[in-house]
């Protein structure tokens, strides 16, 4: 739930100036997995910034998401390295076993899919990334065992 | 001061300025879509760029956001600034293929068509940023902003909502050169141009209104009270023909001048707001059609020259075809009949006195079904394009037509501030203007407004431009001028000719009128018959002959002239039937009494109606035995009270003569 | 520990530190790296903690997880010290055995030793493998040393005396004049000579003054900005603070990715310890000079990382860049003189106060001078991180210290400079790698991204693969690039699908040389620069793709077919569950079909083969 004083929070923290602005957002997106309207409303109020200004930053980095995130999030690396070894089969895979486009959230809101630029770590490449979870040397074919795991886990915690 | 060259010529300026403004004050144009001079230079079009040499390098930059170095050397054609500009011009256009300034900026390119196929043809916005600055910088609103980036930038409110801010400022929106500022949530495109057209109408009908409520009082208790001939008064082209006729300034007229000047100060308001007719003829059609040749527009001013030629010669035998007349004289001559016909008898019935027959109000006139027929024409041509009348066909259209070229007042288009290319052309129920470029031919723009109604950005606009507007196809030439002029010239003598000349005895006009002068004053327009109140005055078809069609008749058969009336002359506007007070009306000859001995029953009847003391008295007639009507011919003024109490069937056997046509005894 | 208010309490705490560093108590070091963290080194660390205590030794052994060492193509990395002895690809398993062989007895376990595949032969020392061998480390020389997080690593190995030197025996004209002669240049790409970028900002009016470093780091394909964030900020820290004294700025920001999240923890501890210390903040060391220095994160855009939309970022606004008329020199970050210089070219600072500029300007070529750390990577053996002095060639690195090509097959080209650069040909690889060959190559220096690939490896896919990346990451303020590279990019995208029509390339060129001209920022201006380059050396590819509808690499999906090569085929039906489409048929043991129609050309079937049955054309 949106919780007012949480924005304010985050304003106090990094003082309310133009310049801290992103931050603040990052913050934002970190508590709550996207940018809730209100946090947008809230901090350009509070730091007497035109609301534009604010939904300008949001929409423009690609951190920055104001729809609401799925619970796993899926990163494919599309980085030049992986994308010579493959990345592309495995971002093509990914978003036929979930039904999504990168970008996207599956309906049921239990994957977040997004194609990245490049991770750094080029040497493992193809790689994906599940929850901070990195998978090295992927391949098309171990995509769905990956997944599986994770919404095996899910049906786990159901029971 | 610094100094720098552009395009190999020397160009000082003060520091700061920019090269596009440089090269601006020099008169080298550098095309530019999203610079402005009320804004901060943003470079997003990269339309402006130019070669700028700078201590030996050579690069291509963009111009507007350059501030000028001493000693650079600016070139704003070299090929790779052409070439690049070129590029970006592609670029915007195939991303917005349907927006009409960058169609004529990639003309100018030698860009036909758009390079790149786009899946939405229907994109405007080119992202130039101008509406965000404007918010910004001249509104200080901050509102509006360019959102997201790559292929999803676009000019947003906060999360596409719109803002309560925008629906009362709306600064923006004349920066806007494309159009899509009206796409952005909440922004009202609503030019002020609704409530003048909201005005025009209300004043053209309520002229309607006014128009017809004096028709319909054109009565002899009318005449007193309301200006009844109003709106033939104010008619510019019966100003004009009538005083031409006559070669006299006829005072009754004058307002009708006044229309002229009003035209050359205004343009063609007369159609636009005032004339009846045209009113109508607005009010269904449609506005466009292409099967129908804009040459045809010439057909007016032909009439007009036409018009003009046998009135120099005193014919006025056209008049007929001025839209006043044509509205008028059905609703006089047919439609108010008709309604009357309703309440009262058809047959008008014989050997009632002149008092019987006042007192049979309303009276019983006359149905003539033909007079309808030029405005049924009229209004079943509109059918094909609305006011099909007005651009083709009409006389005193094409007079004010001509004037309203000259006039200090035209309508022309802002395109700086366009929004919308070409919304205002299907709007112009004239169909005159140009998509090419939104002009129009103020000899045709009816200053109606419409145009500017639906112009969403007030861009359209009339005010002062001295340049005349000719150059059209359908403008009068010289070759046509002379064509009409011998048409007019021609036709005018032929009918003045003795082959076609009237030689019809019983040729009444109304008290006071003489024939001559008569003709080349008489408009046509068939007041004096509504106003008649003995139903005696009628419009002639042909058997007055052809100079006279549709001018009135006394045809004292059917009624007398009322001894007591002088309501014709104070209706007619162009006084072609003089406005006579009663007593001179009562000495005003219109002809002259003769008995026709072997017919006459010798009831004498019409000596004792005879309004006129001593004209006809008992008498005897040599060879013949009782007492007879006489005719004293000096006094009889040819009221024709005789003729029409004459019990006789059919021809009564005492007729009234034109004056003139008297047979000699 | 209180704030060190002189150079002679700094010295006293120096020789403190010094006399806790044993040099020769053995030591273990786990490669920190985010790339050996993926491949588990976390649990190499904990097991190596938790063996070492089991077996009493903690005491005796210093266990250290560092930053990247580098060699990410064989991680986890474990080094012994003081011998050096270099295992790669360790697992927890194999800890015990690292201890009580290695540690106790102090013999290598052979199993874990790196092989080198020219000899045959295992390689027990780390200076001794290839890839560490020809290398010339200088700014990740101590990347493998130090614990990032801990400045008396950092002191230990001679840290902060650069900056010591210049706050108490250098005026800032000399510095700048030091780093002048030194020819360092800048190593975000551009190669702006850093000296005199210094003495602008020096010299340009205004008591306020900014220093940035730029770590976004965006090239994919390019990691070495975070190896050194990560695995040594305190030396990028004190790059920064001397040119800051140097050209008298008091604020100084870092830009770094969110994407880095080690980085950023990294480089946060460091100025926490720095400003600890007095090394940052107010008066630093008694000298009267102040400075701060904050973390300002990236939220995602590459473009972020041109200056001037950097600057924008960091003022809190979307980045978009602004022409630049005016140098940041003179109005840069708020209007006000800034110096803004990328990661390597900040850390290279210390290491030319402390040595002088002679000793920097000796390593290079005539115009570009000093060590670049490039990130190798691709289909080459060895993938990695490797620093050479400038002017060493491609070849060398590619075959001499990357082992050469992965698959075995052919060499084609070597992609330098990201998405701003372009694709070098395997027969221009003898050129010597500075910012003037590079740049007449068609390519870029660029951050340091080398991307090798062979002949699996379609060009024009490659071209196409860039442009998406750009066009995706277009701010979209100017025509030239938000519309040029959707174009560009439409164009070969309809080639990689065999809808390329005659004049395409000609069109490509057309758009390529107005973007170039008509840009707005260098993002937009060499963004053709992949497809330029590629048309000027792979033309051939591209008429392939355009007229005979070929794709000579085999990549491009619409253009190619999967089919089962029936001698090979052994019917065992693994392709035939694993594809996603049912598009293979078959029975067992018998050979199998693929249907060409429902086939979408995954590629799976060929992964999952283990008899190379599967033929693709």
Not at chain 1, 68 to 96: E, F, N
Not at chain 2, 483 to 488: I, Q
Not at chain 3, 449 to 467: K, Q, S
Request: net charge positive; aromatic share 8%.
């Amino acid at each position: 739930m949106f919780d007012v004083n949480k924005v304010d929070a985050v304003i106090e923290k990094h003082g309310a100036e133009q310049r801290a602005l992103t931050a603040m957002l990052q913050d934002i997106q970190s508590e709550y997995n996207y940018l809730p309207r209100e946090a947008l409303e809230r901090i350009a109020q509070k730091m007497n910034l035109p609301l534009i200004q604010v939904y300008q930053v949001a929409k423009f980095y690609k951190a920055f998401s104001l729809e609401p995130r799925g619970k796993h999030s899926i990163t494919v690396c599309l980085g030049t390295a992986c994308h010579v070894r493959g990345g592309v089969a495995i971002a093509d895979q990914v978003g036929r076993l979930l039904g999504v486009k990168p970008g996207e959230t599956t309906k049921d809101r239990r994957f977040s899919f997004d194609t990245v630029n490049c991770l750094g770590c080029c040497a493992l490449g193809p790689v994906m990334v599940v929850d901070g979870q990195y998978y090295g040397k992927m391949a098309a074919s171990k995509v769905e065992r990956v997944l599986q795991k994770y919404m095996e886990e899910e049906v786990a915690a159901n029971a | 001061m610094v100094e720098l060259t552009i395009n190999g010529q020397k160009v000082q300026v003060e520091e700061g300025t920019t090269i596009l403004e440089a090269a601006r004050k020099v008169g080298i144009e550098i095309p530019t879509l999203c610079s402005h001079p009320d804004l901060k230079p943003y470079g997003a079009c990269r339309v402006c760029v130019v070669e700028v040499n700078r201590k030996g390098r050579s690069v291509v930059s963009t111009s507007c956001d350059y501030p000028v170095e001493e000693g650079m050397e600016v070139k704003t054609d070299s090929p790779a600034a052409t070439n690049t500009r070129k590029m970006m011009i592609d670029l915007l256009l195939s991303r917005c293929p349907n927006v009409r300034p960058l169609q004529l900026l990639a003309k100018q390119y030698g860009i036909e068509k758009p390079s790149f196929p786009t899946d939405h043809p229907e994109e405007d916005c080119i992202l130039c940023g101008l509406c965000v600055r404007a918010c910004d910088e001249v509104a200080h609103k901050n509102v509006i902003g360019l959102v997201d980036r790559s292929q999803a930038r676009k000019v947003s409110t906060p999360f596409d909502q719109p803002s309560p801010e925008c629906a009362t400022c709306g600064k923006c929106i004349p920066y806007c050169p494309t159009g899509a500022i009206a796409h952005v949530p909440g922004i009202q495109v609503k030019g002020v141009g609704g409530l003048w057209v909201r005005l025009r109408q209300v004043v053209q009908l309520g002229l309607l209104a006014l128009f017809l409520y004096l028709v319909w009082n054109t009565t002899r208790q009318g005449v007193e009270a309301l200006p009844i001939n109003l709106f033939s008064r104010f008619d510019p082209l019966m100003a004009f023909v009538s005083m031409l006729g006559s070669k006299k300034l006829i005072a009754n007229m004058i307002p009708g001048l006044v229309t002229i000047v009003v035209t050359l100060l205004l343009g063609r308001v007369w159609c636009g707001w005032i004339c009846p007719l045209g009113t109508v003829l607005n009010l269904y059609g449609p506005n466009r059609n292409p099967r129908i040749p804009d040459k045809l527009r010439q057909v007016k001013y032909f009439l007009l020259f036409a018009f003009i030629a046998a009135a120099l010669l005193g014919s006025l035998a056209l008049m007929w075809l001025d839209p006043i007349t044509i509205f008028v004289r059905p609703l006089a001559g047919t439609i108010y009949p008709a309604i009357l016909q309703k309440q009262a008898p058809v047959v008008i019935p014989q050997g009632l006195t002149t008092k019987e027959r006042a007192a049979a109000v309303p009276l019983r006139p006359l149905v003539h079904p033909v007079l309808v027929i030029p405005l049924v024409i009229v209004l079943v041509l509109n059918l094909f394009a609305k006011r099909f009348w007005c651009r083709y066909l009409c006389p005193l259209g094409a007079w004010v037509a001509f004037l309203s070229k000259f006039s200090w007042i035209k309508r022309y288009v802002d395109k700086k501030i366009c929004l919308e290319w070409g919304r205002c052309v299907p709007s112009c129920p004239m169909d005159t203007i140009s998509y090419a470029d939104l002009s129009s031919d103020p000899g045709e723009c009816l200053m109606c407004l419409d145009c500017l109604g639906v112009c969403p950005a007030d861009a359209t606009k009339f005010g002062p431009q001295p340049k005349p507007g000719f150059g059209y196809r359908y403008d009068p030439s010289r070759r046509q001028m002379l064509a009409s002029l011998v048409v007019g010239v021609g036709g005018a003598a032929l009918l003045k000719s003795d082959m076609l000349k009237s030689k019809y005895p019983y040729q009444l006009r109304p008290p006071g009128a003489k024939e001559d002068e008569f003709l080349s004053r008489c408009i046509r327009c068939g007041q004096c018959v509504k106003v008649c109140p003995n139903n005696a005055l009628h419009l002639a078809l042909f058997e007055a002959g052809l100079e006279s069609i549709w001018s009135p008749l006394l045809i004292p058969r059917i009624g007398n002239c009322d001894y007591d009336c002088n309501a014709c002359g104070q209706v007619c506007p162009t006084q072609a039937i003089p406005k006579l007070s009663l007593e001179e009306k009562r000495k005003a000859k219109i002809g002259t009494a003769v008995v026709d001995f072997d017919k006459c029953i010798r009831c004498l009847l019409c000596v004792q109606k005879c309004p006129v003391k001593g004209a006809l008295v008992q008498g005897n007639v040599p060879g013949r035995k009782g007492k007879y009507p006489i005719v004293n011919p000096d006094v009889c003024i040819g009221c024709g009270t005789c003729e029409f109490v004459c019990p006789v069937k059919d021809e009564a056997a005492i007729r009234v003569h034109a004056p003139g046509a008297v047979p000699r005894t | 520990m209180p704030r060190l208010t002189s150079r002679a309490e700094f010295e006293e705490w120096r020789q403190s530190v010094l006399a806790s560093w044993e040099p020769s108590k053995p030591c273990i070091t786990v490669c920190g790296g985010t790339g050996c963290r993926a491949l588990g080194a976390k649990e190499v660390t904990a097991a190596l903690g938790r063996e070492l205590k089991k077996q009493g030794l903690q005491d005796k052994v210093d266990l250290k997880m560092t930053g990247c060492h580098g060699f990410c193509e064989r991680g986890p990395l474990v080094v012994v010290y003081p011998q050096q002895i270099f295992y790669q690809g360790v697992t927890a398993e194999d800890v015990p055995d690292i201890v009580s062989e290695t540690l106790v007895k102090g013999n290598p376990v052979e199993r874990k030793l790196y092989v080198d595949p020219v000899t045959g032969q295992p390689v027990v020392h780390e200076p001794d493998v290839p890839f560490y061998r020809e290398q010339k480390r200088v700014l990740m020389k101590y990347n493998g040393l130090i614990i990032p997080t801990k400045i008396e690593d950092y002191i230990a190995i001679g840290g902060y005396q650069a900056l010591c030197k210049a706050l108490f025996e250098m005026t800032p004209e000399q510095v700048i004049e030091e780093i002048k002669r030194s020819g360092l240049r800048g190593r975000g790409g551009a190669g702006f000579p850093t000296g005199r970028k210094w003495e602008e900002c020096r010299r340009a009016d205004g008591d306020v003054k900014y220093v940035i470093c730029n770590a976004d780091e965006g090239d994919p394909g390019a990691y070495q900005d975070r190896s050194l964030v990560e695995g040594n900020p305190h030396s990028i820290l004190e790059g920064i603070i001397i040119g800051a004294y140097a050209v008298g700025a008091h604020e100084g920001f870092i830009y770094i990715r969110h994407e880095y999240p080690l980085a950023v923890e990294n480089i946060t501890r460091a100025i926490e310890q720095a400003e600890a210390y007095g090394l940052l903040g107010k008066n630093i060391l008694g000298s009267g000079f102040d400075f701060t220095f904050k973390v300002h994160r990236g939220a995602g855009a590459f473009v972020c990382g041109e200056s001037s939309a950097l600057m924008r970022s960091i003022e809190g606004y979307a980045g978009e860049p602004r022409a630049k008329r005016i140098h940041a020199t003179e109005k840069g970050l708020w209007d006000r003189p800034t110096v803004l210089n990328n990661v390597k070219t900040w850390a290279s600072v210390p290491y030319i106060i402390n040595n002088g500029a002679d000793w920097f300007a000796q390593m290079g070529t005539a115009t570009s001078k000093g060590t670049m750390v490039f990130s190798l990577v691709g289909k080459v053996n060895n993938t990695g991180l490797v620093e050479v002095p400038m002017g060493a060639t491609l070849r060398h690195l590619v075959f001499d210290i990357g082992g050469g090509i992965s698959s075995g097959k052919k060499c084609k080209a070597v992609q330098t400079g990201g998405p701003s650069g372009g694709c070098i040909p395997e027969r221009l690889l003898d050129l010597p790698v500075d910012y003037e060959a590079l740049t007449e190559a068609g390519s870029i220096m660029g951050s340091g991204g080398l991307i090798v690939m062979d002949e699996d490896t379609c060009m024009v896919d490659v071209a196409r693969y860039f442009l998406h990346f750009t066009m995706e990451e277009s701010c979209g303020k100017c025509t030239a690039c938000r519309e040029g590279s959707r174009r560009m990019y439409e164009i070969l995208e309809r080639i990689v699908h065999g809808k390329g029509q005659e004049g395409d390339v000609e069109r490509l060129q057309e758009i390529g040389e107005a973007m170039i001209a008509g840009s707005l920022c260098a993002l937009g201006r060499m963004a053709p620069n992949p497809v330029l380059s590629t048309i000027r050396y792979f033309r051939d590819e591209y008429e392939a793709h355009i007229r005979d509808k070929r794709c000579p690499a085999a990549v491009c999906k619409d253009l190619i077919t999967f089919s089962v090569i029936a001698e090979n085929c052994t019917g065992c039906g693994v392709c035939l569950r694993n594809c996603p489409q049912g598009a293979i048929t078959g029975e067992k043991k018998q050979v199998h079909h693929i249907d060409p129609n429902k086939c979408i050309r995954c590629g799976i079937c060929r992964e999952v083969c283990r008899f190379n049955a599967i033929k693709v054309e």
